[in-house]
């Protein structure tokens, strides 16, 4: 069984070839990371623009280098929700036509669900799993229970954790400092803070007061961003061109999300055995998303984890960022359990908002 997986539901032109072990016959990327970073935000026109300029050629590579025909294909695996409209419709429309042109099955993918699962192309992680998933458009902790079976328990309710990071990075000119010119703001954070002080800047952790497992990340930018305009007022310079502090800002910023994540997680550990909702024998902590390469933060997940005696898995950076491989992987798990697999003429629409699984958040106390 080969399966072609297609990603384009935000910045990433992603295209893999897949065989049912999960073996990457062939794969091709283009992100347009570069030209968002330039723009300070994805401009959601442009990012449309960029994947009609490239998802022919995305394919075609990932089908050349694995040696594939499409006519050898057993199906196809495309991104369908959540995601940007204009983004998810250029993945969409291109699986279609391909699709019908090639008389191929259709698996329409949930982005998220894809992210969940990628860890067990790499590891034997048998469901059910707990799984973290941090990115620049999502934050979530949610249990795997099988292909098609989540049951969600905390999402944020306002920003991501990678948005926050990109927003504190925006504001602070990251991209203009001599270590971080092709730097996303969570990366060059993550850099800088490593020589920074976070004790000058105690912020806040979120939620202190709550006991559920959502997220909150809009509050802690309004903190930094704050003690961001006092050091530029008392030191007389101009908006986004402070030097001195700024890596003890990042470490502080840092360790904030990262304890914030960290004491996140562990409520969802302990409401999971409460409720028994993973095995007793080789529990597991799924760690992915873009914010998951974050060493610090996979720190302060570790803790939680040996103390909650659980295993921590987290993909390769690579595999924890958006890409078409995560989607045909999903593609494989499904045609093995014979799950969503639709005819070539079927029409579908794509689904910029879809919730991930059960909707549990409501009862984690
Ligand atoms: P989605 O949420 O749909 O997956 P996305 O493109 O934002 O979309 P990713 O490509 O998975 O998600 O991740 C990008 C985000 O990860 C950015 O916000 C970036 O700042 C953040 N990021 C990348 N590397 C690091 C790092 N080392 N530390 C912290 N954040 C990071
Ligand atoms: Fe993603």
């Not at 062939?26 to 442009?46: A, D, F, N, Y």
Request: with cysteine; aromatic share 4%; net charge neutral.
């Amino acid at each position: 069984r080969l399966v072609l997986g297609i990603e384009t539901s935000c910045d990433d032109t992603g295209a893999a070839v897949l065989d049912e072990k999960g073996v990457i016959l062939g794969e091709c990327l283009h992100s347009q990371k570069e030209v968002h970073l330039r723009t300070g935000g994805i401009i959601p026109s442009v990012a449309q623009r960029l994947h009609r300029e490239n998802i022919e050629h995305v394919v075609r590579e990932a089908l050349q280098r694995s040696g594939v025909e499409p006519s050898q294909l057993t199906a196809v695996a495309t991104t369908v929700k959540p995601g940007l409209a204009l983004s998810l419709a250029v993945g969409l429309e291109f699986s279609q036509r391909f699709v019908r042109q090639h008389k191929k099955p259709f698996i329409p993918i949930h982005h998220m669900e894809a992210h969940a699962l990628t860890a067990r192309m790499l590891h034997p992680i048998a469901f059910p799993f707990l799984v973290l998933l941090v990115s620049g458009g999502h934050s979530l902790l949610a249990v795997a229970r099988g292909v098609d079976d989540f049951l969600l328990l905390g999402h944020s309710l306002d920003e991501a954790p990678g948005d926050t990071l990109d927003k504190v990075g925006r504001r602070l000119s990251l991209t203009k400092h001599p270590q971080c010119y092709t730097l996303s703001g969570g990366q060059a954070i993550e850099l800088l803070a490593k020589e920074g002080d976070r004790t000058k800047f105690p912020f806040r952790t979120p939620m202190g007061q709550t006991l559920d497992c959502c997220f909150s990340f809009s509050g802690l930018r309004n903190q930094v961003t704050m003690t961001i305009m006092k050091k530029e007022a008392e030191e007389g310079v101009e908006q986004g061109t402070l030097l001195s502090c700024v890596n003890d800002i990042a470490a502080a910023t840092l360790h904030t999300v990262a304890t914030h994540l960290a004491k996140r997680t562990h409520r969802a550990i302990l409401f999971c055995k409460a409720n028994h909702l993973l095995p007793l024998t080789s529990p597991t902590l799924v760690l992915s998303g873009g914010v998951a390469s974050n060493q610090y933060i996979r720190k302060a997940l570790t803790i939680i984890t040996e103390t909650t005696g659980l295993r921590l898995l987290c993909p390769p950076a690579k595999f924890c960022t958006d890409n078409g491989v995560m989607i045909a992987w999903n593609g494989v798990e499904r045609l093995r359990e014979g799950k969503g697999i639709l005819p070539p003429n079927v029409d579908i629409c794509y689904e910029p908002k879809a919730a991930l699984g059960v909707d549990m958040t409501a009862e984690v106390r």
